[in-house]
């Protein structure tokens, strides 16, 4: 078992050596991509330490609605229908607004978030987003401490060649871009 396990981590694995490539003209591929490689520029390069406080936030809101279903579905096996009524009419409720708090959470605080981390106690976030019906990416960079945030947009094809594969030193000049604007500026 725990070889059959290893064969299958090891298939998993990405080759770094590899380059990434995409289908050119799926713009979520594009930008998941271009999320990745930025998100593996600015914690190899610059060591930046990530963080997962919203991802975690998102996990713990999803848990809770999860608990609310397991436990009604545990409450109806034990004591079926007509008697179960009241505490699945509640359970449902239950996880239905906290469904819907996933939705305003994901909306309103994570906005495309693919990347937190933390460097010499400065923190930064960055997020992405490419509008329907367009190949305009845009990039945010923000410090929350100081309310610094560095905004761009540019057509996704800058960062591809012909054959859908995502240019890495395009890549890291972005990241460069970003890194100088949010932390240079505020160690002056």
Do not use: H
């Not at 299958?8 to 998941?32: F, G, H, L, T």
């Not at 960079?141 to 995502?166: A, F, H, Q, R």
């Amino acid at each position: 078992v725990v070889t059959m396990v290893k064969k299958i981590v090891e298939k998993w694995m990405v080759d770094e050596s590899k380059p990434v490539v995409v289908e050119k003209y799926d713009k979520v591929a594009v930008k998941n991509g271009i999320d990745d490689l930025l998100r593996k520029t600015f914690t190899t390069k610059y060591n930046i330490d990530e963080t997962f406080r919203t991802r975690d936030t998102r996990l713990a809101i999803c848990s809770i609605a999860c608990v609310f279903s397991a436990y009604a579905c545990l409450y109806d096996f034990l004591y079926p229908f007509p008697d179960s009524k009241i505490v699945l009419g509640i359970c449902s409720l239950s996880y239905f607004s906290i469904t819907g708090l996933l939705y305003v959470w994901e909306w309103f605080v994570e906005k495309g978030t693919f990347f937190e981390g933390e460097l010499n106690g400065g923190k930064i976030k960055v997020s992405s987003f490419i509008p329907r019906y367009s190949g305009e990416y845009t990039i945010t960079g923000e410090c929350p401490e100081s309310s610094e945030s560095v905004s761009y947009t540019k057509c996704i094809s800058t960062w591809l060649d012909e054959t859908g594969k995502i240019l890495p030193d395009k890549i890291e000049k972005e990241a460069d871009n970003l890194y100088s604007k949010l932390f240079k500026a505020k160690a002056q």
